[in-house]
Structures are given as C-alpha cells and as structure tokens.
C-alpha cells in the first residue's frame, strides 16, 4: 500500500469500468496513490461511483469531465488536479479516439478528430506536466503514454488511429531525453488487443487462437505494467515503447 503513498496521479480516458483507464487508477490506488483522472461521455453516475471506490481504498481522489480535443484541455486538467490533490507527480495518457476509416472514408475531419485527441492533448499535457514539475522540488516524475501496437503491423481501417499512435511513440522517445535531467522517465506501452468491452463474439473467436498465451489481454494486464512504469523500480527506464500482448500473432 505504501509504493505510492504521498504521490499524485493523473490518468486520462478513465470513462467506463471496463477500461484500461479505470484499471490504471485501482492499481495505482492499491499502491498508496492519490488518483485523479478525466472522463468523457460516460454513464451520468458512474464517474462518481468509481469515485468512492477508489477513496474506499483508503486514498483521496478526484475527477472531472473534459472533452479533451479542446486545445486547453491540458491546462485545465494540471490546474484541477493540482487544486484538489496537489502536485501530480504520475501522468498516465490512456485517452484516445477511434473511429474506423480506411482510404474510402478517410477525411480532414477524421484527420483533425484523431489528431486533437490522439497526440495533441497527450502532448501538450506531457510538456506542461514537465514544466510544471520542474518548479517543484520533486526528484522523480513518471509519463506513461499508450500505443497501439501501430509499429507492429498494419492495422487496416484504422489509418488515421495507427498515424496518430505512431506519432506518440516518436515523441515518447525524443521527449524523454529532453526531460531525463529532471529526474522525469516518459514510456508507452502497448497493451495488444484488450477485452475492455469493445469486442464482439466474431472479434473474440478470430483473436483468441492468436494469443499464444490461451486468452485475451484484460484491463489489469496494461495496469501491472502500467503501476510498474509509474514505480521506483523503474526509474531507470525511459523512451521505450514495450508491447505487452501476450504472445500475440499478428499473422
């Protein structure tokens, strides 16, 4: 329980139970961590209820509703956190926007939708989360992007989606470089395909002879890895992208 005890974190996509984002905070709040994450178009009650699920764990935590395709989404989500929790000292970009295209359908519009989400929100929270911590007298900060496997084969349909996930694995690389000096490691993980809802029966039986481990990837597989990034243990890894499927085959 104490892993995390006294830090903040800040997860974003937190908008269902079944999520990654969701698995994230319960991690992370197991450890000790105060939690504060965003969410979008969620059940009207749910956020307030996965609430007091996390303060039942025995730390504080907070939430707000921000459609992160606002351009000053960044700001406002850093300046609520740190009103109400103080500090954050973990970031966790789990947001992310998805909508099938392929090269019939894809548009400017579902260009600038993927965008807006997809790197620019992940980007500009990132660098503020780091000029923010550098006036701190913090010592040790963690920036935990998620991918999508985009670097690993092709994903059809999904052009706009792979684009703006690959870009967040070139720029999980450069930044952290820019931000190792203070004390801050930034890394993505992609988790493969993960059962947090989205998939159908038909999804499920093509997918699972793929995973050489015999099931599927859960919510709780990415949080692991996820609360592990986001640990002392490893403050000596940085500008990596480390795919987590669980043997998965993409032939």
């Given at each position: 329980?104490?892993k995390?005890?006294?830090?903040?974190?800040?997860?974003?996509?937190?908008?269902?139970?079944?999520?990654?984002?969701?698995?994230?905070?319960?991690?992370?709040?197991?450890?000790g961590?105060?939690?504060?994450?965003?969410?979008?178009?969620?059940?009207?009650?749910?956020?307030?209820?996965?609430?007091?699920?996390?303060?039942?764990?025995?730390?504080?935590?907070?939430?707000?509703?921000?459609?992160?395709?606002?351009?000053?989404?960044?700001?406002?989500?850093?300046?609520?956190?740190?009103k109400?929790?103080?500090s954050?000292?973990?970031?966790?970009?789990?947001?992310?926007?998805?909508?099938?295209?392929?090269?019939?359908?894809?548009?400017?519009?579902?260009?600038?939708?993927?965008?807006?989400?997809?790197?620019?929100?992940?980007?500009?929270?990132?660098?503020?989360?780091?000029?923010?911590?550098?006036?701190?007298?913090?010592?040790?900060?963690?920036?935990?992007?998620?991918?999508?496997?985009?670097?690993?084969?092709?994903?059809?349909?999904?052009?706009?989606?792979?684009?703006?996930?690959?870009?967040?694995?070139?720029?999980?690389?450069?930044?952290?470089?820019?931000?190792?000096?203070?004390?801050?490691?930034?890394n993505?993980?992609?988790?493969?395909?993960?059962?947090?809802?989205?998939?159908?029966?038909?999804?499920?039986?093509?997918?699972?002879?793929?995973?050489?481990?015999?099931?599927?990837?859960?919510?709780?597989?990415?949080?692991?890895?996820?609360?592990?990034?986001?640990?002392?243990?490893?403050?000596?890894?940085?500008?990596?992208?480390?795919?987590?499927?669980?043997?998965?085959?993409?032939?």
């Amino acid at each position: 329980m104490d892993k995390f005890s006294g830090q903040v974190a800040v997860v974003t996509g937190v908008s269902h139970e079944n999520g990654i984002g969701a698995a994230v905070c319960l991690e992370l709040a197991r450890g000790g961590s105060d939690v504060f994450f965003t969410h979008w178009n969620s059940e009207m009650e749910w956020p307030q209820f996965f609430k007091k699920e996390i303060r039942d764990l025995g730390v504080r935590c907070e939430c707000m509703e921000v459609d992160l395709s606002r351009p000053d989404a960044d700001t406002l989500i850093l300046d609520e956190a740190e009103k109400s929790l103080g500090s954050p000292v973990i970031l966790v970009n789990n947001a992310a926007h998805s909508t099938r295209d392929g090269y019939k359908k894809l548009d400017a519009k579902v260009l600038d939708d993927h965008y807006a989400v997809n790197m620019r929100a992940t980007m500009l929270l990132s660098v503020e989360f780091a000029r923010r911590f550098e006036k701190t007298d913090r010592t040790s900060g963690r920036i935990i992007n998620l991918t999508s496997g985009q670097g690993q084969g092709p994903m059809i349909d999904e052009l706009a989606y792979g684009a703006s996930k690959g870009a967040i694995s070139a720029f999980t690389l450069s930044l952290s470089a820019e931000v190792a000096p203070l004390g801050i490691s930034v890394n993505a993980v992609n988790p493969g395909p993960t059962d947090t809802g989205w998939m159908t029966d038909e999804i499920k039986k093509e997918l699972l002879p793929k995973f050489m481990s015999g099931r599927m990837g859960l919510p709780r597989d990415a949080a692991r890895l996820i609360a592990f990034l986001a640990s002392r243990e490893a403050e000596w890894i940085t500008g990596q992208v480390i795919n987590s499927e669980g043997g998965f085959l993409r032939r």
